[in-house]
C-alpha cells in the first residue's frame, strides 16, 4: 500500500540520486538516497510496529501535494542519511523527527498568516500566539505531545511574557 509520505521520501531519494549522478565521486548523495528509499519502505510497512505506524498518520495533515511540512521538514530530510549509515532503528527516530519539524513548521506558516493553521492540528492557544507572533522553539514543540493542554498553556503563557518583557 502506497501513501503520500512514502511518495514524498522517494521524490527526495531520486532527488538525491540526480544530485550523485552530477557528482559522481562523492557517496554521500546516494547513501542518502538509500537512506531515503529504505525511510519510504518503513513508512509504507503495513507490519511496522504501531509507533511507526502511528507517526506516519501523524504526518498526513502536513502532507501538501507533493511535499510534507515546511522548510525545516524538508531540510531535514534532505540530509538524512547524508554522510552517515542509517539503519532501521533510526527511521522511527526520523519519523519522530520530521512529525516535530511539520509542527514548528506549521507554527511558523501560522504566524505569517497571522493564525491561520491550514492544518488544524495548533492548539486554540498556538493560534492565539502565532496571532500575537509570539515566538515558540522546538523545544516545545518536543515536548508537545507528552504534555496536556493547560500545561502547553501555561508553557506559551511564560514565552508571552518573556517577549512582553523584551
Given at each position: 500500500?502506497?501513501?503520500?509520505?512514502?511518495?514524498?521520501?522517494?521524490?527526495?531519494?531520486?532527488?538525491?540520486?540526480n544530485v550523485?549522478?552530477?557528482?559522481?565521486?562523492?557517496?554521500?548523495?546516494?547513501?542518502?538516497?538509500?537512506a531515503?528509499?529504505?525511510?519510504?519502505?518503513?513508512?509504507?510497512d503495513?507490519?511496522?510496529?504501531?509507533?511507526?505506524?502511528?507517526?506516519?498518520?501523524?504526518?498526513?495533515?502536513?502532507?501538501?501535494?507533493?511535499?510534507?511540512?515546511?522548510?525545516?521538514?524538508?531540510?531535514?530530510?534532505?540530509?538524512?542519511?547524508?554522510?552517515?549509515?542509517?539503519?532501521?532503528?533510526?527511521?522511527?527516530?526520523?519519523?519522530?523527527e520530521?512529525?516535530?519539524?511539520?509542527?514548528?513548521?506549521?507554527?511558523?506558516?501560522?504566524?505569517?498568516?497571522?493564525?491561520?493553521?491550514p492544518?488544524?492540528?495548533?492548539?486554540?492557544?498556538?493560534?492565539?500566539?502565532?496571532?500575537?507572533?509570539v515566538?515558540?522553539?522546538?523545544?516545545y514543540?518536543?515536548?508537545?505531545?507528552?504534555?496536556?493542554?493547560?500545561?502547553?498553556?501555561?508553557?506559551?503563557?511564560?514565552?508571552?511574557?518573556a517577549?512582553?518583557?523584551?
Amino acid at each position: 500500500m502506497s501513501n503520500a509520505v512514502a511518495e514524498y521520501l522517494r521524490g527526495q531519494a531520486r532527488w538525491r540520486e540526480n544530485v550523485a549522478e552530477r557528482y559522481p565521486d562523492d557517496p554521500r548523495n546516494l547513501q542518502s538516497a538509500r537512506a531515503l528509499d529504505s525511510l519510504a519502505e518503513y513508512a509504507e510497512d503495513e507490519d511496522a510496529d504501531a509507533d511507526a505506524v502511528h507517526l506516519v498518520d501523524a504526518l498526513a495533515p502536513f502532507v501538501w501535494e507533493s511535499r510534507v511540512g515546511g522548510e525545516e521538514t524538508a531540510r531535514a530530510v534532505s540530509r538524512y542519511g547524508y554522510g552517515y549509515p542509517v539503519s532501521t532503528a533510526q527511521h522511527e527516530e526520523m519519523l519522530e523527527e520530521m512529525a516535530v519539524l511539520c509542527l514548528v513548521d506549521a507554527y511558523e506558516d501560522a504566524m505569517e498568516a497571522k493564525g491561520d493553521d491550514p492544518t488544524d492540528v495548533l492548539l486554540p492557544a498556538e493560534t492565539e500566539a502565532a496571532r500575537d507572533r509570539v515566538y515558540l522553539p522546538r523545544r516545545y514543540f518536543e515536548r508537545r505531545s507528552g504534555s496536556q493542554e493547560h500545561e502547553l498553556e501555561e508553557v506559551i503563557a511564560s514565552y508571552r511574557e518573556a517577549d512582553d518583557a523584551s
